[in-house]
């Protein structure tokens, strides 16, 4: 990766950080790694705290987002995700990140995360990015088409997408406002749930038969993440 490149993620991660006030709580000390056994630990914002004494500098690095993901998938897209669970040094600070590959008209599909905001930036090719509004904004639907170089923000909990309408590979990086944005890919919680929702309530919440709904939910829903 050109050295331009990792000055703007680095840049992401910047302009992320100006949500973290409406997401995540204010870290209560210098940081808090996270560790799974809470022997010796510390309960803070979700994750046991490592001890102070313990932290080392590999508890604050990640390596791999060099490396492009696959997407060899129904989707055509990868979004390789590091959060509080990959790089444990991010507990408490209210922040992430992630690279998402796209194979030629490959999609990242609608979804929302339901604790954070999303900048996103193309480094490669060109994606026709969207999100749509709540109720009380009519749901109206607000898109773009990004090239190399633009940039573009997700308000927190809207739906939304980003399809790589080109003929060659794209790549984007997005900044999260929090250590553990969550991601719900829509159609995969509507129609492949488990246990699946009653038919009988997809029915009369889409106005579709039956049948279309049984179809719908005995599909494959691939998990890009």
Same mark, same amino acid.
């Given at each position: 990766?050109?050295?331009?490149?990792?000055?703007?993620?680095?840049?992401?991660?910047?302009? @992320? @950080?100006? =949500?973290?006030?409406?997401? !995540?709580?204010?870290?209560?000390?210098?940081?808090?790694?996270?560790?799974?056994?809470?022997?010796?630990?510390?309960?803070?914002?979700?994750?046991?705290?490592?001890?102070?004494?313990?932290?080392?500098?590999?508890?604050?690095?990640?390596?791999?987002?060099?490396?492009?993901?696959?997407? $060899?998938?129904?989707?055509? $897209? *990868?979004? +390789?995700?590091?959060?509080?669970?990959?790089? %444990?040094?991010?507990?408490?600070?209210?922040?992430?990140? %992630?690279?998402?590959? =796209?194979?030629?008209?490959?999609? &990242?599909?609608?979804? +929302?995360?339901?604790?954070? $905001?999303?900048?996103?930036?193309?480094?490669?090719?060109?994606?026709?990015?969207? #999100?749509? %509004?709540?109720?009380?904004?009519?749901? +109206?639907?607000?898109?773009?088409?990004?090239? *190399?170089?633009?940039?573009?923000?997700?308000?927190?909990?809207?739906?939304? =997408?980003?399809?790589?309408?080109?003929? +060659? !590979?794209?790549?984007?990086?997005?900044?999260?406002?929090?250590?553990?944005?969550?991601?719900?890919?829509?159609? &995969?919680?509507?129609?492949? $749930? *488990?246990?699946?929702? @009653?038919?009988?309530?997809?029915? *009369? %919440? #889409?106005?579709?038969?039956?049948?279309?709904?049984?179809?719908?939910? @005995?599909?494959?829903?691939?998990?890009?993440?």
């Amino acid at each position: 990766m050109e050295l331009h490149q990792l000055l703007v993620i680095v840049a992401i991660l910047g302009m @992320s @950080s100006s =949500f973290v006030t409406a997401s !995540d709580p204010s870290p209560l000390q210098d940081f808090c790694v996270a560790v799974n056994n809470p022997v010796d630990g510390l309960f803070v914002n979700g994750k046991f705290c490592k001890n102070p004494n313990m932290v080392n500098a590999d508890d604050f690095f990640f390596y791999g987002l060099q490396n492009p993901g696959s997407t $060899s998938n129904p989707l055509g $897209s *990868k979004v +390789t995700l590091v959060t509080v669970d990959q790089l %444990a040094g991010l507990n408490t600070l209210g922040i992430s990140i %992630a690279r998402i590959d =796209f194979a030629p008209y490959g999609l &990242n599909p609608p979804h +929302t995360h339901p604790r954070a $905001s999303e900048i996103l930036l193309v480094l490669e090719g060109t994606l026709y990015v969207g #999100f749509v %509004a709540s109720n009380q904004n009519n749901n +109206t639907l607000f898109t773009k088409v990004l090239n *190399k170089g633009d940039v573009f923000v997700f308000p927190e909990g809207m739906i939304h =997408f980003q399809l790589n309408v080109g003929k +060659t !590979d794209a790549i984007a990086f997005v900044g999260l406002s929090s250590q553990n944005p969550g991601v719900i890919t829509i159609a &995969n919680a509507v129609f492949g $749930s *488990k246990p699946p929702i @009653s038919i009988d309530v997809l029915t *009369k %919440a #889409f106005q579709v038969d039956k049948d279309v709904i049984q179809y719908l939910q @005995s599909q494959f829903w691939y998990d890009n993440n």
